[in-house]
């Protein structure tokens, strides 16, 4: 029986399958909040998702399926980063369209532009990040048409005329590259989620479901979600890898003398203990694999 304990599991969850016979899910990899989607950085060489009992923070992406899809599920034929896209959590904030056109709440945590799982004041949302890639992103205006190009080595950006070292200037000619994360993160259904929606939440462990999805972040969310979880894959989840954690998250007000917005908080909580927890967040880790070369037009 698993010790993994988050509170009270959501009432209307139904019971569902494991994630071990589910295929390589490829990401996109988009911009935070209602940015532009990046240009494609120099495409790298395909590995397969592996998991290692020891932390790594930069998962080698992807780029096709492992294996053509089950008829089991109804569909046949290969697929690839074309056809499936990782779900997203988006951090809701005052000029996103997401509150100006949908009505979500600044400050809410959303799932599929459809879903709220988290509103200011609310208890925060027990995740496990299953796996984390950092890339340098070309910082454009928020207004710009133009895609920004994505390296993942400061190296690249170097070579390419650009600087990973903020000034004014820098940005101001397009030269600025900040640090940009990209993580997949599976996250319990909350107690009060309504039964219409559970269906969201498709794998079952320890009396819970749980929903898979990925999270960009930048800027002060990088600061706030991005460096705690590298710092604790190099320290407290060493041995077991980032699938060995529990994390609350929930989001925070930050402001300047132009604007106010939302930042998604990653708090760490402990370390997972029980063998059947870690194999379980493992195996979805496994599952779920970031393909940073495959862009859409959509936000």
């Known amino acids: 029986m698993s010790k993994l304990q ?10 569902k399958a494991a994630p071990a016979p589910t295929p390589v899910v490829e990401a996109q990899a988009t911009v935070v909040a209602e940015a532009p989607a990046p240009k494609k950085a120099t495409p790298r060489a395909a590995k397969p998702a592996e998991v290692a009992p020891v932390a790594a923070p930069t998962p080698a992406p992807t ?15 290969e697929l690839d980063q074309r056809d499936i896209r990782l779900p997203r959590f988006n951090t809701v904030n005052p000029t996103s369209k997401l509150c100006t056109e949908q009505d979500f709440p ?9 879903v709220t799982l988290f509103e200011k004041g609310a208890d925060q949302l027990d995740t496990v990040v299953l796996r984390l890639k950092k890339v340098f992103q070309q910082k454009l205006p928020f ?12 190296a690249e950006v170097e070579a390419n005329g650009g600087t990973i070292k903020y000034s004014k200037e820098a940005e101001e000619d397009g030269r600025f590259y900040q640090s940009v994360a990209h993580i997949v ?6 107690n009060d989620l309504p039964a219409e929606e ?9 009396g819970a479901n749980w929903a898979v999805g990925v999270i960009t972040v930048a800027g002060s969310s990088y600061t706030s979600f991005a460096v705690p979880v590298i710092n604790k894959a190099y320290g407290a989840l060493k041995a077991t890898g980032l699938a060995g954690g529990l994390w609350g998250v929930s989001t ?18 402990s370390v997972l203990t029980d063998a059947d927890d870690l194999a379980f967040f493992r195996d ?13 037009d959509e936000e």
């Open 6 to 15: 988050f509170g009270k599991p959501a009432t209307a969850a139904a019971p």
């Open 63 to 77: 780029t096709a399926l492992a294996a053509p899809a089950s008829s089991a599920i109804g569909i046949e034929g």
């Open 106 to 114: 600044a400050g809410a945590i959303v799932f599929e532009k459809e």
């Open 198 to 206: 559970v269906y969201c939440f498709s794998y079952e462990h320890g």
């Open 284 to 296: 979805l880790a496994s599952v779920y694999s970031l393909d940073l070369n495959a862009h859409s």
């Open 143 to 154: 207004d710009s048409e133009e895609r920004p190009q994505v390296f993942d080595s400061s």
């Open 185 to 190: 993160l599976a996250v319990r259904a909350p």
């Open 252 to 269: 925070e007000k930050r402001s300047n003398d132009k604007n106010t917005w939302y930042v998604p908080v990653a708090k760490f909580a």
